[in-house]
C-alpha cells in the first residue's frame, strides 16, 4: 500500500515444514489478522481447555460460555497455513526465495539498501547479537521443549489439556492439542533449562506418558529451547 519492494527470504525447502509450533491459536486474532484464512488450513478447533493443577484437581473452560460466544479457537496446520500466506505475499508483489538461510548481516542481499528490515532467526538471533539487540535470557526464562504426535488417549476431539505440577513437571506444564480434527494429538512438555540440567525434561516426559497411558505409535517428534 505504501508502495515499498518486499524480499522475504525463508531458510526452509518447503513453506512450514517441519512444523516447530503446536499453533493453537485464539479465534479472536484469527478474525483480526487473518479473517480470510482457507478452512484447508485449520487441522482442529478447539472448543474447551481442559486445566489439570499439582494435586490432580481439574478445571474447564468452555466455548459455550457467553463471553466466549462459541468461538474459542483452532489449531493451525502449519505448512498449509505458511504456504498459502505466502502465496498471499506473492500475490500482493512480493519475492519470496527459499532457501536462504540468514546469518549475518552480510548474508541479507542488498541489505544497505533496505529502509527496514525483519529478522526472524529465534530467541538467540545471530543477527540480533552481530547489531546488539539482544538480551541474554536466564535459564529459568528459556524453556527445553520436548513434544509426540501421537493418536488420543481418550481426550475430547476439541479440546486442550494442560497440566502443571512440581512432581510431574518441575516450574513447567505439559499440553495436549487436538490435530487432524482430533485423529492426532500434540503431546509436549516444557521445563526451565535450571530443571532440565538437573534432571533432562525427556525422563519427565516419559514418566508422563506411561502415567497417563500414552501407549501409541509416535507418528513425529520434535524438540527445542522456547523462549518465555
Known amino acids: 500500500k505504501n508502495g515499498a519492494s518486499v524480499d522475504v527470504y ?15 491459536i485464539s479465534w479472536f486474532w484469527v478474525e483480526k489478522f487473518i479473517p480470510d484464512i482457507p478452512a484447508a488450513c485449520i487441522s482442529a478447533r478447539i472448543n474447551s481447555v481442559r486445566l489439570v493443577g499439582p494435586s490432580g484437581v481439574e478445571g474447564v473452560l468452555r466455548a459455550n460460555n457467553p463471553i466466549l460466544k462459541d468461538r474459542m479457537g483452532v489449531v493451525l496446520d502449519e505448512p498449509k497455513t505458511i504456504e498459502w500466506l ?10 519470496v ?20 528490515t525483519v529478522i526472524a532467526d529465534g ?17 529459568d526464562d528459556r524453556h ?13 476431539p476439541d479440546e ?3 497440566w502443571f505440577g512440581t512432581r510431574k513437571v ?24 535450571s530443571e ?10 516419559q514418566d508422563f506418558l506411561r502415567q497417563q497411558g500414552y501407549r501409541g505409535p509416535v507418528y513425529a517428534r520434535e524438540g527445542g529451547v522456547i523462549p518465555t
Open 10 to 24: 525463508d531458510a526452509k525447502e518447503r513453506p512450514g515444514w517441519p512444523p516447530n509450533s503446536t499453533n493453537g
Open 86 to 95: 505466502q502465496a498471499e505475499a506473492v500475490k500482493h508483489g512480493a519475492n
Open 97 to 116: 526465495r527459499r532457501p536462504v538461510r540468514i546469518n549475518r548481516l552480510a548474508d541479507i542481499p542488498d541489505y544497505s539498501m533496505h529502509t527496514a
Open 123 to 139: 530467541w538467540a538471533s545471530k543477527v540480533g547479537t552481530e547489531v546488539g539487540l539482544t538480551t541474554p535470557l536466564r535459564d
Open 144 to 156: 527445553s521443549g520436548f513434544e509426540y504426535v501421537m493418536e488420543p488417549n481418550g481426550e475430547a
Open 160 to 162: 486442550i489439556v494442560l
Open 170 to 193: 518441575p516450574k513447567g506444564y505439559i499440553w495436549s492439542f487436538p490435530q487432524d480434527n482430533g485423529k492426532l494429538r500434540r503431546v509436549g512438555i516444557g521445563i526451565p533449562l
Open 196 to 205: 532440565h540440567r538437573i534432571r533432562p525434561v525427556d525422563r519427565y516426559f
